[in-house]
């Protein structure tokens, strides 16, 4: 649900995705865009992108703090090679 409200709404789903600080920026890059993409129309699809691909890192490292608490917590996994 995050990501199509980041497609349709960059600056609310960064927001709300807990990223103020790069809805700030996308809200900037989006006005930018919206004059510049008047003449080059592929400008219009770069702040969607920029939500799209900031909430999906801001994802991915919340899954990997989970993994390594989890690890830390209970140890490696079975069969896991140890170096």
């Known amino acids: 649900m995050i990501y199509i409200l980041a497609a349709l709404l960059p600056p609310l789903g ?3 995705n807990g990223q103020p600080f790069s809805a700030v920026f ?5 006005v930018f865009c919206l004059v ?3 003449f080059f129309h ?3 699809l770069v702040p969607s992108a920029h939500a799209l691909i900031a909430v ?3 994802r991915e490292e ?4 989970e993994v390594v608490a989890a690890i830390r917590q209970y140890g ?3 069969g896991y ?3």
Do not use: F
């Open 42 to 44: 592929v400008l219009l």
């Open 76 to 78: 490696p996994p079975p």
């Open 14 to 16: 960064l927001l709300l």
């Open 62 to 65: 919340r899954r990997h703090r």
């Open 56 to 58: 999906h890192m801001k």
């Open 36 to 38: 510049l993409g008047l």
């Open 81 to 83: 090679p140890r170096y």
């Open 26 to 30: 996308n809200l900037v890059l989006l």
